[in-house]
C-alpha cells in the first residue's frame, strides 16, 4: 500500500510542478512528502531542476498553496474542536437531564398518598401531649409525613399526610414499622388546632375537629413517653469532649433497649 501510495505521488509530482495538477492533488503530494523522506527527496531534486524564474514562480505560488492549506486545516480542525465540545456538552446534558429525571421520579417524595392506603388517628396524653398516629399497614413503599397550616373562614385546618416519590421505590431496609407515631404536639392551647384532616386540601378526610372528645392515650403510651423525656433530659446532660461532641456511654444503649421495648409495648402502635 505504501508503495502504491509512493508511485501515485511520483506520477503527479511533474504535474505539480508544472502547475497544472488540481487543488486535490498538490494536497496529496504536500501531505504525502512531509512524511516520506524518499518521495520528498526526489520532489526537491525535481524541483531543483527547474529554471530559476519557474522555480521562484513555483515556490511563491507553491508558499501561497500551502499557507490556503494550513489555513483550511485549522478550520477543519476548530470545526473538529467545536463538534466534539458540542457532542461532550450534548452528552453532560444528557447526564444531567437522567439524573435530575431519577432524583424527580425515584427520591423526591412530592405525590401525596392516597387517604385508602393508610389512617390517621388522634389521642392525647395526660401530660397534654397531642400525638397523630398512623397505621400504613397497608403500604409497601417508603414515604414521609408532611403537614400543613390553612385558615378557612378563620378556623385553623391542620392537613397530615403521607408522601411518597412518582415511582414508588420498594421500603427500605428498617422501615418496617407500619404502625407509629407520626407527629407530637405540645400545645398550650386546650386544643392543638380547630380541625385535623388527613390529605390534601382537595382530598382529606376529617379525623378530628374542635367540640369532639380527644381520645385518652393507652398507660402504655404514657408509659413511653415519660421514658423519652427521662431519656432526653439525661442525653442534654451528657459531657462533651474537645470537639464538642457528645460522649457516648454504656448506659446510652441501655437508654435504647428501654425505649424500644416501651415502644413495642404501645398497642396504638402494635404490628400485630
Same mark, same amino acid.
Not at 208 to 219: L, N, T
Given at each position: 500500500m505504501k508503495k502504491n501510495e509512493c508511485n501515485v505521488v511520483r506520477d503527479l509530482m511533474p504535474l505539480v510542478l508544472d502547475r497544472v495538477a488540481s487543488e486535490e492533488s498538490r494536497e496529496i503530494v504536500e501531505t504525502h512528502i512531509a512524511s516520506? +523522506?524518499?518521495c520528498r527527496k526526489q520532489y526537491d531534486a525535481m524541483k531543483a531542476d527547474l529554471p530559476e524564474e519557474t522555480r521562484a514562480e513555483y515556490e511563491e505560488e507553491q508558499k501561497q498553496f500551502t499557507d490556503a492549506l494550513k489555513a483550511v486545516k485549522k478550520k477543519k480542525l476548530r470545526r473538529r474542536i467545536r463538534l466534539i465540545a458540542l457532542a461532550a456538552l450534548a452528552c453532560m446534558a444528557a447526564v444531567l437531564i437522567g439524573l435530575f429525571a431519577y432524583d424527580a421520579l425515584f427520591w423526591k417524595m412530592t405525590v401525596p398518598v392516597d387517604n385508602q392506603y393508610y389512617s390517621l388517628s388522634l389521642c392525647k396524653t395526660t401530660s397534654g401531649l397531642y400525638v397523630i398516629t398512623a397505621d400504613a399497614s397497608q403500604l409497601d413503599f417508603d414515604t414521609m409525613t408532611v403537614s400543613e397550616d390553612a385558615f378557612v373562614d378563620g378556623r385553623d385546618i391542620m392537613y397530615v399526610r403521607f408522601m411518597a416519590t412518582p415511582i414508588h421505590t420498594p421500603a427500605s431496609a428498617g422501615s418496617g414499622i407500619k404502625k407509629s407515631d407520626v407527629m407530637t404536639m405540645e400545645s398550650s392551647m386546650e386544643y392543638p388546632a380547630d380541625e385535623i384532616r388527613q390529605g390534601t386540601p382537595g382530598n382529606?378526610?376529617?379525623?378530628?375537629?374542635?367540640? @369532639?372528645? $380527644?381520645?385518652?392515650?393507652?398507660? +402504655?403510651?404514657?408509659?413511653?413517653? %415519660? =421514658?423519652? !423525656? %427521662?431519656? !432526653?433530659q439525661w442525653f442534654s446532660a =451528657?459531657?462533651?469532649?474537645? @470537639?464538642?461532641? $457528645?460522649v457516648l456511654e454504656d448506659e446510652f444503649f441501655a437508654w435504647q433497649d428501654r425505649l424500644d421495648e416501651a415502644r413495642n409495648a404501645v398497642p396504638e402502635w402494635s404490628q400485630n
Open positions: 516520506c +523522506e524518499e382529606y378526610i376529617t379525623i378530628w375537629k374542635k367540640g @369532639d372528645p $380527644v381520645p385518652a392515650a393507652s398507660e +402504655e403510651m404514657e408509659r413511653y413517653y %415519660a =421514658l423519652e !423525656k %427521662a431519656y !432526653k =451528657l459531657p462533651q469532649n474537645e @470537639d464538642g461532641m $457528645v
